[in-house]
């Protein structure tokens, strides 16, 4: 069975800094799919980013990047030059490629940016 | 364009009550999913429909129930509410092809069992 593991409940960043969120995964699977959703105050769950396993190079989406380890499992969020309204939780979220195409969350990093 | 839409976005129930939670997408996407989200326990999966006719249990399924009317509608059906299931609630849907696709999200409904 997959899991996502996210370690860090809360963390905070002052504005213009930069900050990395954490986020692990258990599968046997080779080929599948690594996601980061943000939920800000308002609930609703926007896609930040993605990265295909099968593809070496790291995702970049504007000042959101990812540093992504499949030998490790691992696959982290870098924010850069973080602004007030990145104040929300994140998740990060796992899908296989085969069969059914369900979606694995991580219990989620409740992220609060300092002016 | 709505999206997916999701009815009522807040709910009290007493324990012992049932209800509907409902959800609709036209965006013509073949999966749905319904979650749960709980405070340090991120989403749960609770139940599934990989397209019209077909619903597949997820991590939580007990005390749920679905149908997926069509390939716009799946609905979610509390039959005898209990405080275990005071949450808030996702539906969520997503085209399905080559396992990369966005999935799109309801507003979500704030359920509270007493």
């Known amino acids: 069975a997959q899991t996502v593991t996210q370690s860090q409940p809360e963390m905070s960043v002052q504005e213009a800094e930069t900050v990395t969120l954490s986020c692990t995964y258990d599968?046997?699977?080779?080929?599948?799919?690594l996601f980061w959703y943000k939920q800000p105050p308002s609930r609703q769950m926007i896609l930040v980013i993605r990265q295909e396993a099968y593809k070496q190079q790291n995702a970049t989406e504007n000042r959101f990047s990812v540093n992504f380890q499949k030998a490790a499992k691992s696959f982290i969020l870098k924010i850069s030059d973080s602004q007030l309204g990145d104040t929300a939780m994140y998740f990060c979220a796992f899908t296989i490629t085969s069969g059914t195409y369900k979606y694995i969350f991580g219990t989620g990093t409740r992220l609060k940016v300092l002016a | 364009n709505a999206g997916v839409t999701q009815t009522p976005k807040f709910q009290v129930l007493k324990t012992g009550q049932s209800m509907t939670l409902q959800c609709a997408q036209d965006m013509n996407h073949n999966s749905m999913y319904w979650y749960r989200q709980d405070p340090g326990m991120g989403l749960r999966l609770i139940y599934y429909s990989a397209s019209e006719g077909t619903t597949d249990k997820g991590e939580v399924p007990n005390g749920y129930n679905v149908s997926r009317l069509n390939k716009r509608e799946f609905s979610l059906r509390l039959e005898s509410a209990a405080p275990s299931q005071t949450s808030v609630y996702f539906c969520?849907?997503?085209?399905?092809?080559?396992?990369?696709?966005?999935?799109?999200f309801g507003q979500g409904t704030r359920l509270t069992v007493v």
């Open positions: 599968t046997s699977e080779n080929n599948y799919y």
């Open positions: 969520a849907s997503r085209m399905d092809r080559g396992g990369n696709t966005e999935a799109f």
